[in-house]
């Protein structure tokens, strides 16, 4: 059965599938000796693929890692300032197989999901399917209700209007749910409205929770479905 080289290097576990397209754009990716194109199909059972002159086999077991992100943790495989990285929490067999979800802040903590899933990267990074992410906000002052309405009713940030989002205030925090995915958004929405962070957890990505017995810098194995 034919697929995009894009996709079968995702499904390998080689690199999500935006980065795979870079490979390919780059000119890294080879097919049966042949520099890849975007948009050039493979065989798995017949065709010799390559990126970076390794042979790329197809990847049978999916992986599917719930990890607390701690403060202080760069979401990257490398830090050009030699930061921690969050890649550096996982067992070293482990962290060549995966890449991480979506980002999260360096002062951010909570949960990150990482996999060598291309299918479920595609999924959850894709605004049009508007799977939502669910944030704990603890703020230096009460809010108002007025503050509490504008967050609802979405604010003018300086990459534009942000949809509306679901808020509730409880125990003296704010849960915020949105499903975009904007640069550093649930901060500079807070800001928009006077509202100073002072911790922001991420404690849901879609179905997934973050386990409340998890603690910063642990992981949990999970299933596809527990998260789509």
């Given at each position: 059965?034919?697929?995009?080289v894009?996709?079968?290097?995702?499904?390998?576990?080689?690199?999500s599938?935006r980065?795979?397209?870079?490979?390919i754009?780059?000119?890294?990716?080879?097919?049966?000796?042949?520099?890849?194109?975007?948009?050039?199909k493979?065989?798995p059972?017949k065709?010799?693929?390559?990126?970076?002159?390794k042979?790329?086999k197809?990847?049978?077991?999916?992986?599917y890692?719930g990890?607390?992100?701690?403060?202080?943790?760069?979401?990257?495989?490398?830090?050009?300032?030699?930061?921690?990285?969050?890649f550096d929490?996982l067992?070293?067999?482990?962290?060549?197989?995966?890449w991480?979800?979506?980002?999260?802040?360096?002062?951010t903590?909570g949960l990150?999901?990482?996999t060598?899933?291309?299918?479920?990267?595609?999924?959850?990074?894709h605004p049009k399917?508007?799977?939502?992410?669910?944030?704990?906000?603890t703020t230096?002052?009460q809010?108002?209700?007025?503050?509490?309405?504008?967050?609802r009713e979405?604010v003018?940030?300086a990459?534009?209007?942000?949809?509306p989002?679901?808020?509730?205030?409880?125990?003296?925090k704010?849960?915020?749910?949105?499903?975009?995915?904007k640069?550093?958004q649930v901060?500079?929405?807070?800001?928009v409205?006077?509202?100073?962070?002072?911790n922001?957890?991420?404690?849901?990505?879609n179905?997934?929770?973050l386990?409340a017995d998890?603690?910063?810098?642990q992981?949990?194995?999970v299933?596809?479905?527990?998260i789509?």
């Open positions: 059965m034919l697929e995009r894009q996709k079968y290097l995702s499904s390998a576990g080689v690199a599938r980065k795979a397209e870079e490979f754009q780059s000119g890294q990716v080879f097919i049966n000796g042949k520099k890849a194109k975007l948009g050039d493979v065989n059972e065709d010799v693929v390559k990126v970076y002159g042979i790329v197809p990847q049978a077991e999916k992986i890692i990890l607390n992100k701690p403060h202080n943790y760069v979401v990257s495989k490398k830090d050009p300032r030699h930061r921690k990285t969050v929490l067992p070293e067999d482990l962290r060549t197989k995966v991480n979800v979506g980002r999260l802040d360096y002062g903590e990150l999901i990482m060598n899933d291309g299918d479920l990267t595609q999924a959850l990074a399917y508007e799977h939502e992410k669910e944030y704990e906000i230096s002052e809010p108002t209700e007025t503050q509490l309405e504008q967050l979405g003018e940030i990459t534009g209007l942000t949809y989002a679901k808020i509730k205030a409880k125990n003296g704010i849960y915020m749910t949105i499903h975009e995915g640069k550093r901060r500079r929405m807070m800001d409205v006077g509202l100073d962070v002072r922001l957890k991420r404690i849901r990505v179905n997934l929770k386990p998890l603690a910063p810098g992981y949990v194995m299933k596809k479905e527990e789509l």
